[in-house]
């Protein structure tokens, strides 16, 4: 199966949400499925 995330937030941003999301696509794609995550960089700070 092929499975999108589509987030703004993914590792290695340390943020509780992008470690939550790299998990389960790590654990989606140990299991078999084609995992593909759509995200956004993020603006560098001023």
């Not at 290695?12 to 299991?31: F, N």
């Amino acid at each position: 199966m092929l499975v999108t995330l589509a987030t703004r937030t993914f590792t290695p941003e340390p943020t509780a949400a992008a470690l939550r999301l790299g998990a389960l696509a790590r654990a989606l794609a140990g299991g078999g499925d084609r995992v593909r995550v759509l995200t956004s960089r993020l603006a560098p700070a001023v």
